[in-house]
């Protein structure tokens, strides 16, 4: 069986075309070979949410895709969220005006996901946004005031599901 695999996919629309060991996670694949390590690694085995991407437009843990599995596919990571003129993303924004991080190690897949959530259901409830996060740990813990200040900044900006 081969150990090596040529895959080409689009990150951050971006297209790259690499050859790639088989058991290679797509996390170490988007830090190591495309050097975006604002994807964060914590347990690597499913439960913390720190490596969430979007992969075809569903977030994903990165830990536990294989590259080659994503051969093909359409990624967007942290680093993908800014506009091109380094404009953050209105939920990015909203993050850093609600003061919802503590050592930002979470962050990234909290981003992810809350942009997943918010493009499916565009006024989420309080419960809504706690199930759709329940997936992704923080361990500074600083989930009340994330929630309430994050929640509070969505209903003030219609464009955050951009
Ligand atoms: S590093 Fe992937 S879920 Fe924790
Ligand atoms: S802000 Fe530190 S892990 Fe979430």
Redesign the pocket.
């Known amino acids: 069986m081969a150990r090596e695999q040529r895959i080409q996919l689009t990150v951050n629309g971006r297209t790259y075309e690499k050859t790639v060991p088989v058991r290679l996670s797509l ?1 170490d694949f988007i830090r190591e070979h495309l050097n975006l390590t604002g994807t964060h ?11 969430t991407i979007s992969l075809n437009g569903r977030s994903a ?4 895709t294989l590259a080659v599995q994503a051969d093909g596919a359409e990624i967007i990571t942290i680093e993908g969220l800014r506009a091109e003129d380094g404009t953050r993303h209105p939920v990015q924004q909203a993050f850093h005006e609600n003061f919802a991080v503590q050592c930002g190690f979470c962050t990234p897949g909290m981003l992810i996901t809350t942009i997943e959530l918010l493009q499916e259901n565009p006024n989420p409830t309080e419960e809504e946004v706690r199930e759709a996060l329940s997936g992704n740990l923080c361990r500074c813990t600083g989930y009340v005031r994330y929630y309430a200040a994050l929640r509070e900044a969505i209903l003030a900006d219609p464009k955050l599901t951009r």
């Open positions: 996390a690694l914590g347990c690597e085995h499913g439960v913390c949410g720190a490596c843990r990165s830990c536990l």
